[in-house]
């Protein structure tokens, strides 16, 4: 009788802890350390993912005109805003609109085209105080560029969630963690999740070889697979071969980990627009300019 091994998975080690760049401003709302793409992060290295602008927190004193960014359109892919400090507003050219507040999230599919503006929700920016978010671009396979835009709105309560054993929790945004399922979809495999560790937690990782994956400290520190240590608001960028990542908290601290299928397509971006080919650009320019995305106030 042979009795079957239960194979042990490899490690998915660290590539480079990667420090915040120094911030810049996205209309006079959003001052955020842009991670990627720059530099060796390119398109190509962190796709399903294409861009993470992480806000961190900044205090913005009491105004009665909102701070953020006006109408721009967007093409071919989908934004993911994470609110951990401060409320988000936003209104497109469909005439869809909403608010995210402290812990939930917008993920909007920009698809085929819409115009498109984010500010501090009115009553939160007359009173001003700490702001802090997270905006993350997430790619469109090619046969879904033109898919019909859509929302989703998820609040914090609709998050899976996974308890840790010393009072911490996993907050799983898309994909699963442990079984447990996020309420977000996606077009190709994505996983998100708020890792919400108590000082002395583990958390294991698992994710197939190959995957893309990445950690944003956005409060407090780690050591990931036991020798690396990931301060406050650096992100880690892990190797695409192995399948298993620890991460211990050396404090109470918040995680963003992302994780995800590269889509192995060509990439063409310009602005807003992000597309497979120069000539798909060139379509998008002419459509945005033609007033094919809307208008927008």
Same mark, same amino acid.
């Given at each position: 009788?042979?009795?079957?091994?239960?194979?042990?998975? +490899?490690?998915?080690?660290?590539?480079?802890?990667?420090?915040?760049? @120094?911030?810049?401003?996205?209309?006079?709302? %959003?001052?955020?350390?842009?991670?990627?793409?720059?530099?060796? /992060?390119?398109?190509?290295?962190?796709?399903?993912?294409? $861009? /993470?602008?992480?806000?961190?927190?900044?205090?913005?004193?009491?105004?009665? *005109?909102?701070?953020?960014?006006?109408?721009?359109?967007?093409?071919?892919?989908?934004?993911?805003?994470?609110?951990?400090?401060?409320?988000?507003?936003?209104?497109?050219?469909?005439?869809?609109?909403?608010?995210?507040?402290?812990?939930?999230?917008?993920?909007?599919?920009?698809? +085929?085209? $819409?115009?498109?503006?984010?500010?501090? *929700?009115?009553?939160?920016?007359?009173?001003?105080?700490?702001?802090?978010?997270?905006? $993350?671009?997430?790619? $469109?396979?090619?046969?879904?560029?033109?898919?019909?835009?859509?929302?989703?709105?998820?609040?914090?309560?609709?998050?899976?969630?996974?308890?840790?054993?010393?009072?911490?929790?996993?907050?799983?945004?898309?994909?699963?963690?442990?079984?447990?399922?996020?309420?977000?979809?996606?077009?190709?495999?994505?996983?998100?999740?708020?890792?919400?560790?108590?000082?002395?937690?583990?958390?294991?990782?698992?994710?197939?070889?190959?995957?893309?994956?990445?950690?944003?400290?956005? *409060?407090?520190?780690?050591? /990931?697979?036991?020798?690396?240590?990931?301060?406050?608001?650096?992100?880690?960028?892990?190797?695409?071969?192995?399948?298993?990542?620890?991460?211990?908290?050396?404090?109470?601290?918040?995680?963003?980990?992302? +994780?995800?299928?590269?889509?192995?397509?060509?990439?063409?971006?310009?602005? @807003? %627009?992000?597309?497979?080919?120069?000539?798909?650009?060139?379509?998008?320019?002419?459509?945005?300019?033609?007033?094919?995305?809307?208008?927008?106030?």
């Amino acid at each position: 009788m042979k009795t079957q091994m239960k194979r042990e998975k +490899s490690i998915k080690s660290v590539e480079r802890i990667v420090p915040p760049p @120094p911030k810049h401003w996205v209309g006079d709302g %959003f001052n955020v350390h842009g991670f990627f793409p720059h530099g060796p /992060l390119t398109g190509e290295r962190m796709s399903p993912f294409f $861009l /993470l602008d992480y806000g961190s927190p900044t205090d913005f004193p009491p105004r009665e *005109e909102p701070f953020g960014v006006g109408p721009h359109p967007h093409r071919g892919f989908e934004t993911v805003t994470i609110a951990y400090k401060g409320k988000v507003e936003h209104h497109d050219s469909r005439g869809n609109g909403g608010v995210i507040g402290e812990g939930d999230v917008q993920w909007m599919t920009a698809g +085929s085209g $819409l115009l498109h503006k984010e500010y501090h *929700e009115r009553e939160s920016n007359r009173q001003g105080g700490p702001f802090q978010m997270v905006q $993350l671009w997430v790619n $469109l396979p090619a046969k879904d560029k033109m898919t019909e835009p859509k929302y989703q709105a998820i609040t914090n309560p609709e998050f899976g969630r996974v308890a840790l054993e010393n009072g911490g929790e996993v907050e799983v945004i898309a994909g699963e963690f442990d079984g447990v399922k996020g309420p977000a979809t996606t077009f190709s495999p994505v996983h998100l999740c708020n890792l919400k560790m108590k000082k002395g937690e583990r958390v294991e990782l698992d994710y197939p070889a190959g995957y893309t994956t990445a950690i944003l400290a956005i *409060e407090g520190s780690a050591t /990931l697979n036991d020798n690396e240590t990931l301060p406050t608001d650096n992100l880690a960028l892990i190797e695409r071969d192995g399948e298993h990542i620890t991460v211990d908290a050396i404090e109470d601290n918040i995680l963003l980990v992302m +994780s995800g299928e590269p889509l192995d397509e060509p990439i063409a971006q310009y602005g @807003p %627009f992000l597309m497979n080919t120069q000539q798909e650009i060139v379509q998008a320019m002419r459509d945005f300019q033609m007033g094919k995305f809307g208008q927008l106030d």
